[in-house]
T-cell receptor, first 113, second 112 residues
Framework: KAGVTQTPRYLIKTRGQQVTLSCSPI?????VSWYQQTPGQGLQFLFE???????NKGNFPGRFSGRQFSNSRSEMNVSTLELGDSALYLC????????????FGPGTRLTVT | TQLLEQSPQFLSIQEGENLTVYCNSS?????LQWYRQEPGEGPVLLVT?????EVKKLKRLTFQFGDARKDSSLHITAAQPGDTGLYLC????????????FGQGTTLQVKP
C-alpha cells in the first residue's frame, strides 16, 4: 500500500505570495491532519479534516487554510506569506477519527525569502 | 508552556550503551505515540500506547505508558549507529480528534 504523498517536496516563495500544498493520504484513510515543523517551535498542529469537514484547528492565523476533497486528498493554502512561515509542512493520515495512529508524509519544505 | 515535556533534548552516546527518553505531562492522554524522524523526512510511527501501565517492545526498544496516562518513556538497549535520529513523543488528548500534541523531540546520536 502506498504511503502518504505530498507535493511539491520543496518550494521557494517570496514574501506576500501565496502557496498551495497538496497531500494524498494512504488509500482508505479518511482523516488528514496538517502540521508545521520549525526548529524553534517543533511540530505544531494546523488543522484536521475528515469527510471533507474541518474537525479541528490549531492556533494559526487565518492566512492558513485548508480543504479536503471527496477522494480524501487535502490541500492547505497559506496566503500573504511571511518569512516566519518558512518550515517543513507535514500531513498525516489516519483511517478513522481517533487519531491514534497517524502516518506522515515526507513533508513539503517551504522557504520564504 | 509545552504540554508535553520531553527530555533530554540531546543525547550523544557510544554504540552499545543503553538510554532512556522521557515524555511528561500534567494532562491525561487517551493515547501516546512515539515517532522517529530522519533529516528531511516525515516522522515514522514506532508505537502507540493506549492503556495505562502498558509496556510494548519493538526489538531493542521498550515503550512504557504511565499508569495515570500522563507520561511515557522510551528505552533503547545496546544502541546502534542506525538508531541515530530525532525521537518524538506525541499525545492525543481525546480519542475523537486527530490533533496530536508533540514533545520538543530528543536528538540521539550513537557513535560507532
Amino acid at each position: 500500500k502506498a504511503g502518504v504523498t505530498q507535493t511539491p517536496r520543496y518550494l521557494i516563495k517570496t514574501r506576500g505570495q501565496q502557496v498551495t500544498l497538496s497531500c494524498s493520504p494512504i488509500s482508505g484513510h479518511r482523516s488528514v491532519s496538517w502540521y508545521q515543523q520549525t526548529p524553534g517551535q517543533g511540530l505544531q498542529f494546523l488543522f484536521e479534516y475528515f469527510s471533507e469537514t474541518q474537525r479541528n484547528k490549531g492556533n494559526f492565523p487565518g492566512r492558513f487554510s485548508g480543504r479536503q476533497f471527496s477522494n480524501s486528498r487535502s490541500e492547505m493554502n497559506v496566503s500573504t506569506l511571511e518569512l516566519g512561515d518558512s518550515a517543513l509542512y507535514l500531513c498525516a493520515s489516519t483511517y478513522g477519527t481517533g487519531g491514534h495512529e497517524q502516518y506522515f508524509g515526507p513533508g513539503t519544505r517551504l522557504t520564504v525569502t | 508552556t509545552q504540554l508535553l515535556e520531553q527530555s533530554p533534548q540531546f543525547l550523544s552516546i557510544q554504540e552499545g550503551e543503553n538510554l532512556t527518553v522521557y515524555c511528561n505531562s500534567s494532562s491525561v492522554f487517551s493515547s501516546l505515540q512515539w515517532y522517529r524522524q530522519e533529516p528531511g523526512e516525515g516522522p515514522v510511527l514506532l508505537v502507540t500506547v493506549v492503556t495505562g501501565g502498558e509496556v510494548k517492545k519493538l526489538k531493542r526498544l521498550t515503550f512504557q505508558f504511565g499508569d495515570a496516562r500522563k507520561d511515557s518513556s522510551l528505552h533503547i538497549t545496546a544502541a546502534q549507529p542506525g538508531d541515530t535520529g530525532l525521537y518524538l513523543c506525541a499525545g492525543n488528548l481525546s480519542g475523537n480528534t486527530g490533533k496530536l500534541i508533540f514533545g520538543q523531540g530528543t536528538t540521539l546520536q550513537v557513535k560507532p
